[in-house]
């Protein structure tokens, strides 16, 4: 009986102790608006690129990996099984709802433009990299970072296909944003927008003229349009 009664008050001193080391942790949700230039994105629009070609998209897909987020002493709090797949949806928004981020001030966040990591050849399915998705090429190529399918009318007149299926490590792109105000991540759920400018795929530095070439795929063309969406593509509003 005495034993009883000694568990009786030691027990609840034990269980407020282990719940006093649980980790504060809040929500933070990313939401990525689809553009084009100052437009918003639809299905329905044409749109014209640099080099003058006007275009339409039936398919705009982009993957982001590897998200993690820096405090304000420098350490970093990497985001477990990142991986993710974005497309217009909900008047051409996509929002991410991370989970679990534990509660700190941050002043960055970053994370690559593609699928980072062995998982783009591993054929590990975890978080949005399933194939049924129809961003894999197979395993020994990995998956398209960006997609976009479409058709151009060209200067004779005909429709031709916009292909453009960018993947391989040379075009995988690290997108790093500092906050201007620190975001202080509590209980509360908070949010970040990003935006995503289809213009920007195709200009600055490599102007891309579809009436030269519109199918972008293990060439060196494509290569041009990894160099142009690694600055400018996505920005942080």
Known sequence: MKI???????LPLFIFACGGNEESTADLDLEFIHMADEESFNY??????EAGNEFSVRLWRTYISKIELINSNGEVYAVPESYHLIEPQNDNKYTLNLKNIPSATYNSIQFYLGVEGEENLSGTAIGDLDPSNNMAWNWTTGYKFIRIDGEFKNKAGNRRGVVVHIG?????KK????FNTPLVLNQNTSKLNFELD???LFKG??????E?????QFNNEADLIGDNYADGFIDLR
């Open 4 to 10: 009883i009664n000694y568990l009786f008050y030691i």
């Open 44 to 49: 329905e629009s044409l749109y014209q690129n």
């Open 168 to 172: 391989t490590e040379k075009n995988l």
């Open 175 to 178: 997108q790093e944003f500092t």
């Open 198 to 200: 289809l213009l920007e």
């Open 205 to 210: 530095p490599n102007t891309i003229d579809f």
């Open 212 to 216: 030269i070439l519109s199918d972008f």
